[in-house]
């Protein structure tokens, strides 16, 4: 089956991709409908082009596959296209060579990538600088593909190899697909040849008709009607020479324009005219191409359609000029010789916000070396630009002409526009005024003289309002400032500490009683004490060649507890940094409590009745042991406040952690509760407790106390270095040694002579060693034995035992000396 036969039956379901860089025009696979496309009958181009299409879709290759299934891509097509693939070099090899291809006049297809059509420094353009025009000849977005689906032009001339569709219905039906031959013409079925070449379609539909009539009696008569559509079209070269990126010929499709070709070229290379582009054809220029005229106004009659054998001729620029700085759009840019920098601004867009657009410098190459030049805003329609040169629009100062500002304690402070003769108090007027809390004795002018040297101009504020002192004349950029008495005196603050719900430092507010800032603190705790609150307060005078200056004074009052006055705190007014004390009160005392856990018969919470409570009596009040108490596995657990090293760390580590973000919150309360609640175990000897109260071993109670007594125990856990660590039963009648047999022995590396066993009740018994006796704990029930690993000895080398062995006949030699 020929080619246009396999596109022709796919023409309803392929869309046209057709890129000029491209060796064939073919038709590519279109995503949306995949259930007809046979990858046999697929070129090698085809496959790219289809790769490249599925890319700019967002498509990976597994997603390609999947897509193909939903699309009804049978399994069976899907493995050939992923044959092909693969034997092309890959989904992204395919896809990064799917570059642009052209047939050149030796017959040879020439790859390029856009990218490396892009101007660069070694190409004769100033460094940095950008070719006005060249951007679209080398984004990939902007191909300039022609529309092939579209419906044919009236005007289009038919020639050798276009394809004609004749559909005959009525009373006769016939379908012919005829391609014009080399000589011009079709030979339909029943009448011959028939010449078109050189016609439109609608005088090759005239004429088909007028031929087919001889044959179809019933055209005449409209019961037989025919229709003449274009079906694939012809390939047409054109020749692109002069100043583009990739002269040649090439091979396009026959409703190919202009842009089409100079886009398969790569467009005018560094030296190329954007604005003198020519169409030849029949050795007569038919058309004038300039570029700016599309980017500038989107004018493309000048973009006439191809035909064959046409030349396109890219000619040096004659002009070209450099636009830099507060532009739109700065670069280089072509200039006719009857165009004025006023047009070459056009091309640039315009100026920028912040462009000065009094004067624009010129930089302009002359016979011998470089001048410049300023060209007022009066000019630009009358400078004539030259070859090479560079302009440069540059920014508007940064400073203002007229503005003043005003800061501080005015109702309205900020920046002001300086009018002609403003004077101070103008100004203040402006600002609506000083409000109350304003310094009136003095503000300040700060201003910059001729020289831009600071100065520093003060008034009073009251004089100037008043009008009995001068008013000041304002000059450009002056700032005035009006402080605020608030801000001209250190914070003042009162705190409070001790008995009170919110104890802190609060701002100061004058007339401030005693009994006020406890309220304003949540008012008093419970065991607040009120016959005693003391008030300290900073001295401003102290005599410092005096030990015994006194450096504080102090008041001390009593309340009620409504914050009646007792002894004159009612009418003590406080001043700015007094500090008040409320201590609680001698007779308060909170409930302490200890805990009961295990095997009582009445667990729980238990409140200590006086200060000397025992062990024994807490016990006591809780029932006793229960039936399955294992006395002598009791502890005792106390709480403990760190001290010392200890505490300065945690302390510490509290500080960097509370300096962290959020995240460290909780973090800190734990250290915070670890500073108050560390607790120990204290091993303790309940059966002698119980058996004797009141004795040594009945320890008091301290709040927070925990007791626990464990279920009675059956077991011994034997550790460390053991051929077998494990848990054995209790036995009474079995010692140390036997427990060690029953975990296996000792190993190699264990240290007997420092075996300990911790008992239940957190007591600790170690091995005992006299002389070449040696004396192990004994064992009882929950008891935990531990055996500790020796160290290794560093063992001495040769080198060493023979160092030492002589260091010690040395000792020996010159002991006897000094004794001889």
Request: proline fraction near 4%.
């Amino acid at each position: 089956m020929k080619l246009h036969q396999i596109l022709k039956t796919l023409s309803f379901l392929l869309v046209f991709s057709i890129s000029f860089n491209v060796a064939t025009f073919a038709q590519v696979p279109d995503l949306s409908d995949l259930s007809s496309v046979k990858v046999d009958n697929l070129s090698d181009d085809q496959i790219r082009q289809f790769i490249v299409q599925a890319k700019k879709s967002g498509y990976s290759d597994t997603q390609l596959e999947q897509l193909a299934l939903q699309k009804g891509m049978p399994s069976s097509e899907i493995a050939k296209l992923r044959k092909r693939i693969d034997k092309l070099g890959g989904f992204e090899e395919v896809q990064n060579g799917a570059a642009g291809t052209s047939k050149v006049s030796d017959g040879q297809s020439r790859e390029f990538d856009k990218d490396e059509l892009v101007e660069n420094p070694g190409d004769g353009t100033p460094s940095g600088s950008k070719i006005f025009g060249a951007e679209i000849f080398n984004n990939k977005r902007l191909s300039f593909e022609p529309n092939l689906k579209m419906a044919t032009p009236q005007n289009y001339q038919l020639g050798p190899g276009d394809q004609l569709i004749l559909d005959i219905y009525g009373v006769s039906e016939a379908n012919y697909q005829l391609t014009v031959s080399p000589e011009g013409s079709i030979r339909i079925p029943y009448i011959g040849p028939v010449t078109v070449s050189g016609l439109t379609i609608e005088q090759a539909r005239k004429k088909i008709s007028n031929q087919l009539a001889s044959v179809y009696q019933g055209m005449k008569s409209g019961q037989t009607s025919v229709n003449i559509t274009l079906g694939n079209i012809r390939s047409i070269k054109v020749v692109i020479l002069g100043e583009v990126k990739l002269p040649g010929t090439f091979t396009l499709p026959s409703l190919a324009t202009a842009f089409n070709a100079l886009y398969s070229s790569g467009g005018p290379s560094a030296n190329g005219s954007f604005r003198n582009i020519k169409i030849i054809r029949n050795n007569k220029v038919v058309s004038v191409i300039d570029v700016y005229d599309f980017l500038i106004n989107g004018d493309q009659s000048k973009n006439i359609r191809l035909q064959d054998q046409d030349v396109i001729k890219v000619s040096p620029y004659d002009t070209r000029v450099e636009i830099a700085g507060e532009v739109k759009r700065p670069g280089l840019f072509e200039v006719k010789a009857n165009e004025s920098l006023a047009d070459v601004l056009k091309f640039t867009g315009g100026f920028t916000d912040d462009a000065y657009r009094q004067v624009i410098k010129v930089v302009r190459n002359t016979a011998k070396e470089k001048s410049v030049a300023d060209v007022s805003s009066e000019l630009f329609e009358m400078f004539t630009p030259k070859t090479g040169d560079v302009y440069t629009i540059e920014k508007i100062l940064d400073r203002f002409e007229n503005r003043v500002q005003i800061n501080g304690a005015v109702f309205r402070p900020g920046k002001y526009a300086l009018e002609t003769g403003m004077t101070l108090s103008q100004l203040l007027i402006k600002a609506e005024g000083v409000r109350e809390d304003a310094f009136m004795n003095r503000g300040i002018v700060y201003r910059l003289k001729n020289d831009l040297t600071p100065e520093i101009v003060s008034f009073n504020v009251t004089d100037i309002i008043s009008g009995k002192a001068s008013d000041l004349a304002l000059k450009r950029e002056d700032i005035v400032t009006i402080s605020s008495k608030f801000d001209l005196k250190e914070n003042y603050t009162f705190s409070i500490q001790g008995e009170v719900m919110n104890p802190g430092v609060f701002p100061y507010a004058e007339n401030t009683r005693l009994a006020d800032l406890i309220l304003l603190a949540g008012g008093l705790r419970d065991k607040a004490s009120l016959s005693r609150i003391e008030v300290s307060r900073r001295l401003k005078s102290v005599d410092s060649l005096s030990k015994e200056a006194t450096t504080a004074q102090l008041f001390q009052f009593s309340l009620n507890k409504d914050l009646t006055d007792l002894g004159g705190a009612g009418n003590f007014i406080l001043e700015p940094f007094d500090e008040i004390s409320i201590r609680p009160a001698p007779g308060y005392q909170e409930q302490k409590n200890v805990k009961l856990e295990g095997e009582i018969l009445y667990p729980g919470l238990y409140a200590l009745v006086t200060k000397n409570e025992r062990i024994s009596d807490v016990i006591k009040r809780s029932g006793g042991l229960s039936p399955l108490a294992y006395s002598e596995g009791a502890v005792l657990i106390r709480r403990k406040k760190l001290t010392g090293t200890d505490r300065l760390l945690q302390e510490q580590k509290l500080e960097a952690l509370e300096k962290q973000s959020r995240d460290s919150v909780k973090s800190s309360k734990v250290i915070r509760e670890e500073l108050h609640d560390q607790t120990t175990l204290l091993g303790i000897n309940l059966p002698k407790i119980l058996g004797n109260p009141g004795s040594k071993y009945d320890l008091l109670l301290e709040d927070g106390d925990v007791i626990k007594i464990p279920t009675h125990l059956q077991t011994v856990d034997v550790k460390g270095e053991v051929l077998f660590p494990v848990l054995i039963r209790y036995d009474k009648g079995r010692g140390f040694k036997d427990y060690i047999l029953g975990a296996g022995g000792f190993s190699a590396k264990a240290l007997k002579n420092k075996s300990y066993v911790v008992y239940a009740n957190g007591s600790v018994s170690s091995t005992r060693n006299f002389l070449f006796f040696r004396s192990y704990p004994s064992i009882k029930p929950g008891a935990e034995i531990y055996v500790p690993v020796r160290e290794d000895k560093e063992r001495l080398s040769t080198a060493g035992i023979i160092g030492l062995t002589t260091s010690i006949v040395s000792m020996a030699a010159l002991i006897i000396s000094v004794l001889q």
